[in-house]
């Protein structure tokens, strides 16, 4: 088989697709929490992708695209059996839990807080976890019914899954911290949790479990642009030092971030963005 060939395709949501690439140098060392970049053709951007899954066995890694822009409505045109002219990765830091030995993580007790196109980042870590004798309970939350995905996928690797959406369209109405705060309160006792989604919702989730004492690990894929460090788009002050989501991260502790940055930061290019009429970047919860 080529390099990069579409093995699937599917929609999960309005404008948002899935497709499991061949890649197999790829997915032979890939883990939870790297990214890769994609370019469509020879004239093509460099997307940066969290990979959503890998598959060592069939030598495939899977993305979820979210059109934002030319580049990201191109990428979503490719059908099955079409190719990337490039797809570069594993690249980032793995989440932390999955460069410590497996046998640590039996018994362990996980909770997730996915907004949006952020379930797609937390779907490996949830499974690894899943695979390695850890609990896991996991939130997902969107706006509404139609931005909820990979819902049965989630179900199939986690112990509990909670949906809410803003507008009570699926699930309970509310928001991720709310439910958090609930089972916070029930007295469930944590090792560790971590959130992935906009901006805003991290911050917010760090807010509400800080006040738990309980370990937060956030992502701020967001923010990458080029993906190698190069552009400096994706400096962020962590512990008060600046750090590049892209190479140090894009995992960091939630209450190291300086949130109130990375907020202005991810706002800076808005204007000149929709002037050209595309993004220049695309990450997961935009």
């Known amino acids: ?67 934002a822009g030319a580049s990201t409505e191109k990428i ?28 640590e993580m039996a018994g362990k007790r996980y909770v997730f807080v996915a907004g949006g196109l952020g379930t797609a980042p937390v779907y490996p870590q949830v499974k690894y976890l899943h695979q390695a004798g850890a609990y896991t309970d996991v939130i997902i939350g969107a706006r509404n019914k139609d931005l909820i995905i990979m819902e049965d996928s989630m179900r199939d690797v986690c112990d509990r899954l909670f949906i809410c959406t803003d507008d009570g369209s699926a699930g309970e109405k509310g ?27 991290m911050k917010f989730v760090a807010l509400k479990a800080k006040g738990y004492g ?19 788009a994706c400096r962020v002050t962590v512990g008060g030092k600046t750090r590049f989501a892209c190479v140090d991260g894009p995992e960091f502790d939630a209450y190291q971030v300086d949130f109130d940055e990375a907020i202005r930061r991810q706002g800076m290019y808005r204007d000149q963005e929709r002037e050209a009429g595309h993004k220049c970047h695309i990450g997961l919860g935009k």
Do not use: H
């Open 76 to 103: 979503c045109s490719y059908r099955e059996g079409d190719a990337f002219a490039d797809v570069a990765g594993p690249l980032g830091q793995p989440s932390e839990f999955a460069v410590k030995p497996v046998a």
């Open 175 to 201: 928001f991720g911290t709310d439910v958090l705060g609930r089972l916070l309160d029930s007295g469930v006792k944590y090792d560790m949790g971590v959130a992935i989604g906009p901006m805003i919702m």
């Open 214 to 232: 309980l370990p937060l690990t956030v992502s701020l894929n967001t923010l990458m642009v080029d993906g190698t460090g190069m552009c400096g």
């Open 1 to 67: 088989m080529d390099k990069f060939v579409i093995i699937e395709k599917k929609s999960l949501a309005p404008a948002i697709c899935l497709m499991e690439v061949y890649a197999p140098r790829i997915a032979s060392s890939a883990l939870p929490g790297q990214f890769l970049i994609v370019r469509a053709d020879e004239k093509g951007e460099r997307i940066p992708l969290t990979i959503c899954d890998y598959d060592r066995e069939r030598g495939s890694v899977t993305i979820v695209i979210q059109v």
